[in-house]
């Protein structure tokens, strides 16, 4: 079992930054790959980003790429998700999840743990 806590989330102008991290314990997170997804209020949860288990390969939505980045220190047992030029439209909750099956990581199916969220709110 692994056990996901987000922070980094709150209030920014259109046009800022923030710094999201997924913190784990319990187990390794090298053992996982780990996916950002962010989920707004009326609307499904969708995929925002995610990470291979040795941080080599990355993948972003298409509504993120050129703004957002992913990353992991697996010595800290963190990923991180850096959000630039955000726009009114990134306002949601975000979560971070993890998983080692061989269902896609685009889907929330593939993820085996989740943490808690933190919200994310980009004002004009």
């Known amino acids: 079992q692994v056990q996901l806590v987000e922070s980094g989330g709150g209030l920014v102008q259109a046009g800022g930054s923030l710094s999201l991290s997924c913190a784990a314990s319990?187990?390794?997170?090298?053992?996982?790959?780990v996916g950002w997804f962010r989920q707004a209020p009326g609307k499904e949860r969708e995929f925002v980003a995610a990470?291979?288990?040795?941080?080599?390969?990355?993948y972003h939505a298409d509504y993120v790429k050129g703004r957002f980045i992913i990353s992991r220190d697996n010595a800290k047992n963190t990923v991180y998700l850096q959000m630039n030029s955000l726009k009114l439209e990134d306002t949601a909750v975000y979560y971070c999840a993890a998983g080692s099956g061989m269902m896609s990581l685009y889907r929330l199916s593939g993820y085996d743990y989740w943490g808690q969220g933190t919200q994310v709110t980009v004002s004009s």
């Open positions: 319990g187990r390794s997170l090298s053992t996982y790959r």
């Open positions: 990470i291979n288990r040795n941080g080599g390969d990355t």
